[in-house]
């Protein structure tokens, strides 16, 4: 999509760099941490939000992924959190479907 951000990662219009990358999925650092480690793991396929997925295989890439990242990096060792916020409500401001991989501090729930 021309207007999006996350898409001009992807295809190399805005440079950035790549915690990790594949055909299907890659891995930012967020810009604003919630956490000293925090990471965006991102479809390369343009999909507005959560809400709009239609091939459930997405959900095994992104997620798979995420949590391969976090054992990789150890994380797993004092836990880590994944969020997708959708929509208004649920807190998105890109309109690019992305899972956020927390680690790093307690952060308790629920959710404020
Ligand atoms: P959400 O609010 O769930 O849509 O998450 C969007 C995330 O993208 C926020 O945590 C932002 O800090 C992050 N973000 C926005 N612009 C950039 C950027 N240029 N590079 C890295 N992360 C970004
Ligand atoms: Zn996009």
Known sequence: ???CIFC???NGEIPVEFVYRDEDVFVIRDINP???THFLVIPTQ???SSAEVTDPSVWSKVV???VELACKMGLDRDGF???VNTG???GQTVPHLHLHLL???NFGWPPG
């Open 34 to 36: 919630q956490a000293s």
């Open 103 to 105: 680690s790093g501090r």
């Open 1 to 3: 999509m021309s207007d």
């Open 81 to 83: 959190r994944m969020v």
């Open 64 to 66: 798979g992924r995420a």
């Open 8 to 10: 001009k990662f992807a």
């Open 46 to 48: 343009h999909i507005a």
């Open 88 to 90: 208004e409500q649920g």
